[in-house]
């Protein structure tokens, strides 16, 4: 089993920082940094060169990093970030469940 309940694709809440209480999809799960890029949520400048893949040079608009301590899952269900519990089937699959109302995220 993994310790990154958090996977892409994965709808979630922003707990903490400046974007705290924003919504949006998991673009991207950097698991060696513990750290997630989450659509739409922490926008960062970064002034580039031009070069031959990027022809025009300026000031990039992107989503920045956020450390995984400051987002949860968001439960439809429930309406807010939940926490996480992990149940094995039968078949040996390990599903994720929301903790409050048991409904599976996978």
């Known amino acids: 089993m ?3 309940a958090i996977k892409r694709n994965d709808f979630v809440v922003v707990t903490a920082g400046k974007e705290k209480g924003k919504k949006g ?3 991207r799960v950097l698991r060696d940094k513990d750290r997630v890029i989450v659509e739409k949520v922490n926008f960062i400048k ?3 060169k031009p070069s031959s893949g990027q022809k025009q ?3 990039i608009e992107r989503e920045g990093t956020l450390h995984l301590s400051n ?3 968001f439960c439809e ?3 807010k970030g939940v926490r996480i519990r992990r149940q094995r089937l039968e078949d040996g699959h390990v599903v994720r469940l929301c903790a409050g109302c048991g409904e599976s995220f996978d």
């Open 77 to 79: 269900k429930c309406g």
């Open 25 to 27: 999809k998991v673009l």
């Open 2 to 4: 993994s310790g990154i």
């Open 57 to 59: 040079g300026g000031i």
């Open 71 to 73: 987002v949860m899952l």
């Open 46 to 48: 970064r002034h580039q």
